[in-house]
């Protein structure tokens, strides 16, 4: 299969291969998708052929209006329309399955994820679609999920129909999951719209998306997010520690590299290294994440030793990717 590079004013054809049951993959603000018809089975079922995806490891809905919620989900509890503010945004909502939404959406779940993307190209694709729009990221499973439309064609050019050059991510991280089908809300998968945004519209959530041992969300139990090379974390409450740990290890370690950020960068002195932006803009580093992750791979680097970050606000949901793209290897100094 050949996969066409489409422009951005070229969505009426991209819509026109989801409307004929095939892949394009788009641009979104949170990473690029992998879209295909929502209603139609077997669309949904080559988009796991396509990415290597488990079976059990359900799909996001994106739709392009509130008002088509009904098509796609029932019983909608008013903690929903208490979220609109996010809608259009990067918050996926879980909510009580229709009948109309395939099992090869769900993965066999009676619920369905829903997000309602802002990005001006995704929401034009599902308009002219005229379907909801099934799209996990746009990667192989199991690896950094794609923030530009290269890092999609590094995974699956040939195995999908087309993919939108839609320029960077604005985020470069995935939406925040909020289970709403049970009576307590409670988040899945920590991303760009924290913890306290949420609580502030419908009250407490609980937080449930770091259970290594019995994720809520299907897909967080797999390994997620990692480049080739092995990624090993290094955590000190104290920076010049961190540092002048990961400086040693970097020089008893052939072909390995460094994930900096500003303020550490220049106390390297060893091999490739790399920052993700200023530790005082966790939303740049957030946008530059797996890009660089995928930068190693492009470099032939064999391991990686990366900073622990702040944790506060969108630094929560980056230490959650990269824990998970480190395979929970972390060194304490
Ligand atoms: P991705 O689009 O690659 O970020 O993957 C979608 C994420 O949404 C995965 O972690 C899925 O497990 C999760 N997900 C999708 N549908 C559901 C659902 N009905 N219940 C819980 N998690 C879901
Ligand atoms: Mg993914």
Redesign the pocket.
């Known amino acids: 299969m050949q996969t066409l590079r489409l422009a951005p004013d070229s969505i009426e054809k991209a819509a026109e291969i989801i409307r004929l049951g095939g892949l394009v993959a788009f641009p979104t603000e949170t990473v690029y998708?992998l879209g295909a018809d929502g209603f139609s089975p077997e669309a949904c079922a080559s988009v796991f052929a396509a990415k290597g995806r488990p079976a059990d490891?359900?799909?996001?809905l994106h739709l392009c209006d509130i008002s088509q919620i009904n098509q796609v989900a029932f019983d909608i509890p008013n903690t929903f329309y208490l979220l609109k503010d996010f809608f259009p945004g990067a918050l996926?909502v879980?909510l009580k399955?229709s009948d109309k939404v395939p099992m090869e959406v769900?993965?066999g779940?009676p619920?369905?994820?829903v997000r309602f993307p802002k990005n001006e190209i995704a929401r034009e694709l599902i308009r002219l679609s005229g379907t909801p729009i099934a799209?996990?990221?746009a990667n192989k499973s199991g690896r950094p999920?794609p923030t530009r439309a290269e890092h999609v064609l590094a995974d699956l050019d040939g195995r999908i129909d087309a993919v939108i050059h839609g320029g960077d991510c604005e985020y470069g991280l995935?939406?925040t999951?909020l289970?709403l089908s049970e009576n307590t809300p409670s988040i899945?998968?920590q991303g760009v719209i924290t913890e306290p945004r949420i609580s502030e519209k419908i009250g407490a959530v609980l937080l449930t998306q770091n259970a290594k041992d019995a994720p809520?969300?299907?897909?967080?139990k797999y390994a997620h997010y990692s480049p080739r090379a092995k990624v090993t974390l290094v955590s000190s409450a104290n920076i010049s520690k961190m540092t002048e740990k990961i400086n040693a290890l970097a020089l008893s370690r052939e072909n390995s590299a460094i994930m900096a950020t500003d303020e550490t960068f220049s106390a390297y002195t060893h091999g490739i290294v790399i920052s993700l932006g200023s530790r005082a803009d966790l939303d740049e580093i957030a946008r530059n994440l797996f890009a660089t992750l995928r930068e190693f791979d492009k470099r032939g680097v064999s391991q990686v030793f990366a900073e622990t970050l702040p944790t506060d606000g969108i630094g929560a949901a980056i230490m959650n990717r990269l824990i998970k793209s480190a395979g929970y290897s972390i060194i304490y100094v």
């Open positions: 998708g490891n359900p799909l996001i996926t879980i399955k769900s993965a779940l619920t369905v994820a799209a996990p990221s999920s995935e939406s999951i289970d899945l998968r809520k969300a299907p897909g967080m």
